[in-house]
């Protein structure tokens, strides 16, 4: 802290979204630039509010899964409604306009555009292929982050960062099991090869799109208000499902009770976890907060066991473990950098 001559204290560190908040659903990685990390009033606080967090959005998955008659589009235009719901308050109490500044509006279009196609991709890997599976695959966002971050903001890539980035392609060919590389019998998988393909290709392509995501919010930074760029991404997303399901022609009410009942409870779930994660980090650093939510892999296969009668095979395990060791690395290291560079600024 310094003293300015006004009286008044300011903090000399101006935190910015690093690698390690990739890993924050929809809009917790922007809540989390919003303010500055309080001191954990409970130890571990923190983490259990990530696994609580973590269970909550493996439920929601798991409903997402039961559920038979809507199409993922549909599903995902539903979850806008709800974020729309929540975030249209903040918006008029804050003041901040629905459009933002002029020179932002690009930004926060392709961050509506590509925040909203990750869940929509998500949905449907989630639907077409095992609950295990497609929650691996969208677990290595980190270590593609840091990979686009290279690309399009100039930010240093070690080879520290390639050794991960591959570790995470391992895993997710380890899932996917391409016949040419395992032969034309694969098992373990739901339905036919086909659709398991297709969803692995959209949990691959939802992943690229929330690490997209991730770096178009750390270009705009703190110049725009969270709950903007929150209702760009449920605007647009909604905009998106509606014209998606008319051309597919898909749009329909659910026709069994169950299914409207799991429809509310995957809105409500997910707000939930996105409340609890930005509670995680505004107690706790980034970089545990990473490491803990690997929880969402092994709530996912215990769900997918218990309620989906689906054994994971060996492939699935381990390519689970290369992409957790991958995303675990991805965080210790920014972990310890923003550490080192916290301390350097003390000094």
Request: hydrophobic fraction near 50%; aromatic fraction near 14%.
């Amino acid at each position: 802290m310094s003293r300015s001559n006004s009286g008044s204290f300011s903090c000399k560190i101006n935190r910015k979204c690093n690698k390690n908040d990739v890993l924050c659903r929809d809009f917790a990685c922007v809540l989390s630039v919003a303010g500055t990390k309080k001191k954990a009033a409970c130890p571990g606080l923190g983490l259990f509010y990530t696994i609580l967090s973590a269970f909550l959005f493996s439920l929601a998955s798991l409903f997402l899964k039961k559920i038979e008659d809507l199409h993922s589009v549909e599903v995902s235009a539903f979850r806008c409604v709800f974020q729309m719901a929540f975030v249209l308050p903040g918006l008029i109490y804050y003041k901040t306009g629905f459009l933002g500044p002029k020179d932002k509006r690009v930004f926060l279009f392709f961050r509506g555009f590509l925040g909203s196609t990750a869940m929509i991709l998500l949905y449907y890997a989630y639907q077409v292929m095992p609950l295990a599976d497609a929650t691996v695959i969208t677990f290595s966002s980190p270590v593609f982050t840091s990979l686009l971050a290279w690309i399009f903001l100039k930010e240093k890539y070690s080879l520290w960062d390639l050794l991960f980035t591959l570790f995470a392609i391992t895993g997710v060919i380890l899932i996917a099991r391409p016949p040419f590389l395992f032969g034309s019998h694969v098992t373990g998988i739901e339905g036919s090869y086909t659709n398991h393909l297709k969803g692995t290709i959209a949990a691959i392509a939802s992943t690229l799109s929330a690490a997209s995501t991730i770096v178009i919010l750390r270009k705009v930074g703190k110049s725009v208000h969270y709950f903007l760029s929150i209702w760009y991404y449920a605007v647009i997303g909604l905009v998106g499902c509606v014209i998606a399901l008319f051309v597919l022609n898909e749009w329909r009410l659910p026709h069994c009770g169950r299914d409207r009942v799991f429809l509310i409870l995957i809105g409500l779930l997910g707000l939930g976890g996105q409340i609890f994660l930005t509670k995680a980090l505004q107690i706790e650093k980034a970089g545990p907060v990473s490491i803990m939510k690997t929880m969402d892999v092994v709530f996912a296969f215990i769900l997918q066991v218990l309620f989906l009668n689906h054994l994971p095979t060996w492939w699935t395990v381990g390519g689970a473990l290369c992409v957790i060791a991958s995303s675990s690395g991805t965080a210790i290291r920014k972990w310890r950098h923003s550490v080192k560079k916290a301390k350097q600024r003390e000094i």
